[in-house]
């Protein structure tokens, strides 16, 4: 199975601020990488997919980068409604793993 | 645009089984492949498997294969989990996601199903 490590495990900002996520897959995975959003409660929500494209709909202050297996999610300008969980997945080879998750803290 | 819409919360005995349902609406069911995935208190998301209901093909994470079925309800546009066999550590919120296009991205998902496994 492709494991995925994801870091940090939390993340403290304030609103403005920018902010990014990392997550290193153990193999190659071909840029076959989404990026999900969780808030309490609620079921995660797709942000980012094929490690750059923005899902429609989601503020373009979220982007998503890769280079190699390395990959990065960056908030510009985190609002108060991005404090909230995130995870990476790879869709490249089944099962689809998903990162230990980032909690953005305030 | 589609919605999934999962059945409400289950509290089981250990060793018995529960079946979470996954309704769709708003596009071609023969056209989806529904992906199952859960999430125990406080922690991460785990995938579980997948189904395309057209083909009734499914595939399962190896540590669920066995004791988790996929089926689905055409005529319904209704996805179904089992888990049999359940076990304490089976308590968790289950939910169901739309793979989408080559990507095989998830989009959109269930509100989740807490299925609490309980003496």
């Known amino acids: 199975d492709i494991q995925m490590t994801q870091s940090p495990s939390s993340l403290s900002a304030s609103v403005g601020d920018r902010v990014t996520v990392t997550c290193r897959a153990s193999?190659?995975?071909?840029?076959?990488l989404n990026w999900y959003q969780q808030t309490p409660g609620k079921a995660p929500n797709l942000l980012i997919y094929?490690?750059?494209n923005l899902q429609t709909g989601v503020p373009s202050r979220f982007s998503g980068s890769a280079s190699g297996t390395d990959f990065s999610l960056t908030i510009s300008g985190v609002q108060p409604e991005d404090f909230a969980t995130y995870y990476c997945?790879?869709?490249?080879?089944?099962?689809?793993?998903f990162g230990q998750g980032t909690k953005l803290e305030i | 645009q589609v919605q999934l819409v999962q059945s409400g919360a289950e509290v089981k005995k250990p060793g018995s089984s529960v079946k979470v349902s996954c309704k769709a609406s708003?596009?071609?069911?023969?056209?989806?492949?529904i992906s199952w995935v859960r999430q125990a208190p406080g922690q991460g998301l785990e995938w579980m498997g997948q189904i395309i209901p057209v083909f009734r093909s499914t595939k399962y994470a190896q540590r669920f294969q066995g004791r988790v079925t996929f089926t689905a309800d055409e005529s319904t546009t209704t996805a179904y989990m089992e888990v049999s066999s359940l076990r304490s550590d089976d308590t968790a919120i289950y939910y169901c996601?739309?793979?989408?296009?080559?990507?095989?991205?998830?989009?959109?998902w269930g509100q989740g199903t807490l299925v609490t496994v309980s003496t």
């Open positions: 193999g190659n995975i071909d840029n076959y």
């Open positions: 997945q790879q869709s490249f080879v089944m099962p689809y793993t």
């Open positions: 708003g596009g071609d069911f023969n056209t989806f492949t």
């Open positions: 094929a490690a750059s």
């Open positions: 996601a739309r793979k989408i296009d080559h990507w095989n991205r998830s989009d959109p």
